[in-house]
């Protein structure tokens, strides 16, 4: 199987993005990498700790997608160039650093996954 190297992925991340919002931290992904879908979420962490993902979602030109219902039925298509803000709901970071991690399962790939450090931005 086919391994996709932890640097590479961390290029999805972009860089600043880290902010409180009224319903919960948000950051963005922007996929410079190549189209590609997944068929399964690995629960976001952030500072080590795991949130649901009934409480993550995706937003893609204004339509939000839970991780929790990411199957291999109803798979995640990320495009090439495209924006998307995950919102990790009821979450409220302190300012400074801040880990983040987040995967997912790609068929002929596997799982992915990658952490990223930011610092929450006003």
Known sequence: MVTVPGFLLRRLYVKKSLRNSPDGVRFELKNNLGSGYAKSMIPVEINGLSYPMENTTFEVDGVKVLFS???????????????????????????????????????????LKFSIKDEINP
Request: proline fraction near 5%; hydrophobic fraction near 40%.
């Open 69 to 111: 219902t990411v199957t291999d039925e109803a798979r995640f298509t990320l495009e090439l160039n495209k924006a998307i803000t995950v919102v990790v709901k009821g979450v409220h970071l302190n300012p400074g650093s801040h880990t983040l991690s987040m995967g997912f399962i790609v068929p002929g790939l596997g799982q």
